[in-house]
């Protein structure tokens, strides 16, 4: 019988641990972070293999292990994370520690833009809201109101009204049916126009 040496040991162990160690991580980041940085919101979502920083027009290419985060598109970064006290805590590479807490799917805010199914709809703060074809054209004002995850809109003067089911996971709003549009309609959240 071959005795392996403690160091090879120990290495052979350290592999095995870190690995469940990462995936751990990996899955303790899935979800919204919300943080400040340089004097601005810095928000990162994370859904499985996706990972967005909000007001970036698409989604990054990014690598992570459980310590680390490489990031590379509309904002790149390369930083070291932790964990404390149900916090995100990021090291930037000038060595500034942010400190990001989560932030539930459904607290997200509705209001700003989204598009989909050829249509601009802009949500404001105050249950304003405004729509029109994607192409351009006249915008149609009205207001939004929401129960849970049952977005209503009413189209003024007309009182034409639309519904939609919000999914705070896919960032969209499911219509099944609107005026003029045969079948189900997406919507989603547009970070850029």
């Not at 403690?6 to 919300?34: E, H, I, S, Y």
């Not at 004097?39 to 909000?54: A, E, K, N």
């Not at 994370?81 to 990021?90: I, K, N």
Request: charged letters at 25%; aromatic letters at 10%.
């Amino acid at each position: 019988m071959t005795r392996l040496h403690p160091l090879a040991l120990m290495a052979a162990l350290a592999v095995l641990v870190a690995g469940p160690l990462a995936a751990q991580a990996n899955q303790r980041l899935l979800g919204r972070w919300v943080g400040t940085h340089d004097g601005r919101p810095w928000v990162i979502d994370f859904y499985g293999d996706t990972m967005l920083v909000v007001d970036d027009e698409r989604v990054l290419d990014f690598r992570v292990s459980a310590d680390s985060l490489i990031a590379e598109g509309d904002t790149s970064f390369a930083v070291s994370y932790w964990f404390g006290r149900e916090r995100l805590l990021v090291q930037t590479e000038a060595g500034e520690i942010v400190t990001m807490a989560p932030q539930d799917h459904l607290a997200r805010p509705l209001h700003g833009n989204w598009r989909g199914g050829g249509i601009d709809l802009w949500m404001g703060r105050g249950g304003v809201a405004r729509w029109r074809p994607a192409d351009g054209g006249r915008w149609n004002g009205g207001e939004w109101e929401r129960r849970t995850r049952i977005i209503t809109f009413l189209w003024l003067p007309d009182s034409l009204e639309w519904a939609a089911q919000y999914d705070p996971q896919g960032a969209a709003l499911l219509f099944s049916e609107m005026e003029s549009r045969a079948g189900p309609v997406v919507l989603r959240k547009a970070f850029r126009w």
